[in-house]
């Protein structure tokens, strides 16, 4: 969101907040009709530049706390790159171009590389979803897949709390998994 986006949901007559909504689809505010007795406060984000394609590729060459993606990647046969649903805001198609250039380079075939798109519970993205999410390129020319909670899971068992673990059988299977979400 920018800066001019948060100064118009500051604009809110009393009883009433604003909040910007149809991410994807255009930038529009919902207003919220609240009790007039309630008081009201809202804290924006802090704005930062935008990094760019340069921020994000140095961001990739030198990461902090960990190898390299080339060096992650290298000697590996299947790799699944799990991608947060349409509803969020996480700007893949940004990101994925880069990060799939980076293992190709490693070695990796582009044939083996397979796109988990962590829907959760929320509703089947639309193929449009999709292209809007991951970009066309990559839409086009990876494999995508729409991660069913309750099918294609491999079982890991319950954790210490009793709660059951299923992980999507292309994660799951892969050598190397890597999560793109916010």
């Not at 990739?60 to 699944?80: C, D, M, Q, W, Y």
């Not at 990060?99 to 988990?116: F, M, S, T, W």
């Not at 993205?125 to 991660?147: F, P, R, S, T």
């Not at 309750?150 to 673990?165: E, M």
């Given at each position: 969101?920018?800066?001019?986006h948060?100064?118009?949901?500051?604009?809110?007559?009393?009883g009433?907040?604003?909040?910007?909504?149809?991410?994807?689809?255009?930038?529009?505010?919902?207003?919220?009709?609240?009790?007039?007795?309630?008081?009201?406060?809202?804290?924006?984000?802090?704005?930062?530049?935008?990094?760019?394609?340069?921020?994000?590729?140095g961001?990739?060459?030198?990461p902090?706390?960990?190898?390299?993606?080339e060096?992650?990647?290298?000697?590996?046969?299947?790799?699944?790159?799990?991608?947060?649903?349409?509803?969020?805001?996480?700007?893949?198609?940004?990101?994925?171009?880069?990060?799939?250039?980076?293992?190709?380079?490693?070695g990796?075939?582009?044939?083996?590389?397979?796109?988990v798109?962590?829907?959760?519970?929320?509703?089947?993205?639309?193929?449009?979803?999709?292209?809007?999410?991951?970009?066309?390129a990559?839409?086009?020319?990876?494999?995508?897949y729409?991660?069913?909670?309750?099918?294609?899971?491999?079982?890991?068992?319950?954790?210490?709390?009793?709660?059951?673990?299923?992980?999507?059988r292309?994660?799951a299977?892969?050598?190397?998994?890597?999560?793109?979400?916010?």
């Amino acid at each position: 969101m920018t800066t001019e986006h948060r100064k118009q949901g500051n604009h809110a007559p009393s009883g009433v907040a604003r909040m910007p909504w149809r991410c994807w689809y255009g930038d529009e505010w919902l207003e919220l009709k609240l009790p007039e007795r309630w008081r009201i406060t809202t804290q924006w984000p802090t704005s930062l530049p935008d990094i760019g394609q340069e921020g994000i590729e140095g961001a990739f060459g030198s990461p902090i706390g960990t190898p390299t993606i080339e060096e992650l990647a290298r000697r590996k046969r299947h790799v699944a790159i799990a991608v947060d649903d349409i509803a969020r805001a996480t700007p893949a198609s940004r990101l994925l171009p880069a990060l799939v250039q980076r293992l190709e380079k490693a070695g990796v075939d582009p044939d083996r590389i397979r796109i988990v798109l962590a829907i959760g519970t929320h509703r089947p993205m639309l193929q449009l979803d999709i292209v809007k999410k991951l970009g066309e390129a990559v839409a086009d020319e990876l494999a995508c897949y729409l991660n069913h909670p309750y099918d294609n899971w491999v079982d890991f068992g319950t954790s210490a709390r009793g709660t059951p673990i299923h992980i999507c059988r292309y994660f799951a299977e892969a050598d190397l998994r890597i999560g793109v979400g916010s």
